[in-house]
């Protein structure tokens, strides 16, 4: 299995350096035909618009939805969750995504630089806590159909969704060295 | 459950989501959309482009407040400003108007010849200029979450850019090679932490992100300097000095992402206008020279 990390811009690095730790072999992909050569996709975190018109540019939105909807798994953290939903608040006008999972991301939900933050969070089918980290992170809003709420802030806020096979966090895993969600995501 | 904000981890992560792409300087909001639209990863907000600040001569200080909110308003990427070496006040002016990045910058005339500022101390993350390893190093220890190599701003000459980038990797790749008790003197000529020094021989690279600034002017540049090694491009005076500045930053945020592929990189550097005119390094003398400006 090989695991196919969204290389167009942003954290892909820190994802390709947890599966190598895990041993699991993982391919940068660029263009639809680096697409064809994986089994699974992770979106990185970065900034969802510059990552949205380079997948618009080199024509990949439609060649990945349609492999994600025969049935490849794929997850996004942080903009790569925003690329996933079915509708995006307070982006651009234009801004393009896949509309994959039945969820809304709005996105610097938490506010500015300034508002960016650690802490636990409790996630769905983990035995404990998850410390992670949140950057001008976005918040998932009303899943609904197939899609549901897998961690939520105290608060009520949700920050990580799953949809069947499909995987939306809005928090970072991949800047953690706890690979326990990397696990849940090899075995959607 | 406990919230920590403004953490290491926050500020340095913020440097790391932003790789593999293109900050571009700006002058007003109309440009800062067109930076957005061509898909950069950030704008940096000033009022006037190295270049500028290089022809019109006198004193360069933090650009005026008013504008950079306005400028963050217009946008939803994050925004990031200027402030003068060591003057730690326009970084506190800066850090309450809510933005997400503060360059403690050499372009600006320098506030103190001596210290930079004490950026522990702030909530916001700051990106620093190095020239070499040594300073990138005091740079980090002072608090900084992201570097820039310097290059030489406003020239639209490639040559510092590459320049700095080649001293500081190969300064990396020479520390790797080294052996325990090498590393205290190699940290003594360095003028850095020794634990500091360790940490980037163990992993072969500096503990934060490092991108490229100073003299890109074309998608060729861009490429260059990421297959040199750096984690992303800073574009000031190269952009919206240029002919067509819409159609060029598309051109380089592509140049950047495929900078292994030649093809593409030919594709997009086709029929882009004219470059930036651009100053011949070598044709000015030392004490124009912004590099030089951090100690």
New interface residues.
Partial sequence: MIVGIL????????HEEMLTRMGVPCLQV?LPRDLAKVDRLIMP???S??IG??LV?YDLIEPIRQRVLAGMPIWGT??GAILLSSKII???ADQPSLNLMDIESR??AF???????????TVAGLDAPFHT????APILEKPHGECHAIAT??DGRVVAARQGHMLATSF?PE?TLDDRIHRFFLNL | ???????W??KA??A??????VIMDVIDVEQAKIA?DA????VMALERVPADIRKQGGVARMSDPDLIVRIKESV???VMAKARIGHFVEAQIL?SL????IDESEVLTPADNEFHIDKHRY???FVNGCKNLGEALRRITEGAAMLRTKGEAGTGDVAVAVFHARTVLGEIRRLQSMSEDELYSAAKNLQAPYELVKQVAQAGRLPVVNFAAGGIATPADAALMMQIGVDGVFVGSGIFKSGNPSVRAKAI??A???YQ?AHIIAEVSKNIGEAMVGINISSLPQEQLLANRGW
């Fill in positions: 290389a167009l811009q942003g954290a892909f690095r820190e660029r975190g970065g900034e618009t510059t018109k380079l540019m942080c903009a307070d982006g651009k996105r610097n506010g500015s630089q300034l508002d960016s933050f650690e802490a636990d969070v980290v949140f950057i001008r802030l105290p970072h800047l | 459950m406990a919230i920590e904000k403004s953490t981890t926050t992560g913020l790391q989501m932003l790789k593999g792409g957005e898909g950069a990863v950030a939803t990427i994050p850090e809510g933005i997400d990045y909530k916001i993350p945020v592509q950047t992402t495929h592929d």
